[in-house]
């Protein structure tokens, strides 16, 4: 159970129903403790070794949030949002335990958990997000101040939704799902 704006408890499967890719935010700043239970999410998800191979850029600036969406080929709605967080990959946090497993593919994942996390925090919060995945690497390390060595994964824009999209479609978990025996 998680608490809601109006201060009720939130199902985790009602979060889960609720959630959507939100496109369209209202400028409203979001509160610091909403932030704080959402790095809080972030910190609980599960990791490779519990190394937590990734890092979290929290950007709010205008100017960098409007760089963060040129960056991403233009997904303006980024620079709309009052804040996005960039989750990135570090190799090297993982690498020294488990190789190139862990670099290539640990590190990654990690990223994507807390990601994950994060975005269903954001729902149960009375927020919205939607979770970015196309963008210039290499501009987006420049606009967080990174090196090669940390790979951005993904650019979460949050803040109010001004919108509210129907559900998209979804396969059917007898397609999905598949027993192996």
């Not at 409007?66 to 960056?71: E, G, H, N």
């Not at 967080?144 to 993904?154: L, M, S």
Request: net charge positive.
């Amino acid at each position: 159970m998680v608490l809601t704006k109006a201060n009720k408890f939130m199902d985790f499967f009602e979060v889960l129903k609720k959630r959507r890719s939100i496109r369209k935010f209202k400028p409203d700043a979001i509160p610091e403790d909403k932030l704080q239970l959402i790095y809080e999410a972030i910190n609980s998800a599960p990791s490779a070794g519990d190394l937590q191979a990734y890092e979290v850029f929290v950007v709010r600036d205008k100017d960098k949030l409007k760089k963060l969406a040129d960056s991403a080929f233009g997904q303006e709605f980024i620079g709309e949002a009052p804040i996005a967080l960039v989750f990135c990959a570090n190799p090297s946090r993982s690498r020294w335990k488990y190789g190139a497993r862990g670099e290539k593919l640990y590190s990654l994942q990690d990223a994507t958990i807390a990601c994950a996390y994060a975005q269903l925090a954001v729902t149960a919060l009375g927020l919205g997000s939607v979770w970015v995945g196309a963008f210039d690497e290499d501009k987006v390390r420049k606009i967080i101040g990174v090196g090669k060595d940390i790979i951005p994964i993904a650019i979460l824009p949050i803040g109010y939704p001004d919108e509210s999209p129907e559900p998209t479609p979804r396969r059917k978990i007898s397609d999905l799902i598949h027993e192996v025996s």
